[in-house]
């Protein structure tokens, strides 16, 4: 059973925030949620990652809810360059982990 | 920081061939690598851990004998696709990971496996 749903794909315009969903209502007090994405033809980039707290980088803000079973990827004002495939997943961090990749949500930024 | 290159990024080659991709972690050591497979329109698909020194750990379903995998540095792995067919064509991608973060894996920019 996957652990993550994400919306197949979403649209963003240029300069806006994109704001990309995922559901992990099953994830344990243990795992960690991890955003990464890939760009076409491309090996799939770190984004961000965190436990319960948000988080933000250079490239993204990470907006988990209290509960811990959703969480936001947030790119604040996205460009043509932040068309991709985004990967939620959630794993635990003790060290011999392996990331599962689902399906993805495939954003689109409309020029 | 924390470039991993690959090697060929493009191959073609005949029905039965043999293909090595190598896999190097340019400015960090990685003491654990892995090596993913990507057909069109889908998902990256784990296919092995390959840890220095030591043999690789395979998913279930993935040949071992023929997809040969080499950590022979914490700076190098390699993965040889032993007699090649055409439904092995594909993406192989490989990433390392870096310090203790078990999740944050940095992925290199793949090598597109083409068999006639």
């Known amino acids: 059973d996957a652990k993550t749903t994400q919306p197949p794909s979403m649209d963003c315009a240029e300069g806006r925030a994109a704001n990309l969903p995922c559901n992990h209502s099953?994830?344990?007090?243990?795992?960690?949620v991890y955003w990464y994405r890939q760009i076409h033809s491309q090996g799939p980039q770190y984004i961000i990652h965190g436990l319960k707290n948000n988080e933000t980088n250079e490239m993204a803000s990470l907006i988990i809810t209290e509960d811990r079973k959703s969480s936001t990827l947030i790119l604040p004002h996205a460009t043509l360059r932040d068309t991709a495939v985004y990967y939620c997943?959630?794993?635990?961090?003790?060290?011999?982990?392996?990331?599962?990749f689902g399906t993805g949500t495939r954003l689109t930024i409309i020029p | 920081g924390a470039v991993v290159s690959q090697h060929p990024s493009r191959v073609i080659c005949k029905s039965g061939t043999s293909v090595k991709i190598e896999c190097r972690s340019l400015?960090?050591?990685?003491?654990?690598m892995f090596w993913y497979r990507q057909f069109p329109k889908q998902s990256l698909m784990l296919m092995a851990t390959s840890n220095e020194g030591s043999k690789a750990t395979y998913e279930q379903g993935v040949e071992k004998d023929k997809f040969l995998i080499n950590h022979a540095s914490l700076t190098l792995s390699t993965l040889t696709v032993t007699s090649a067919h055409p439904e092995d064509s594909s993406f192989y991608i490989c990433s390392a990971r870096v310090g203790r973060v078990a999740g944050e894996q940095f992925f290199g920019p793949g090598t597109r496996l083409t068999v006639l």
């Open positions: 997943i959630v794993e635990t961090n003790f060290g011999n982990e392996k990331l599962t």
């Open positions: 099953t994830i344990s007090g243990n795992e960690y």
């Open positions: 400015d960090f050591q990685a003491t654990t």
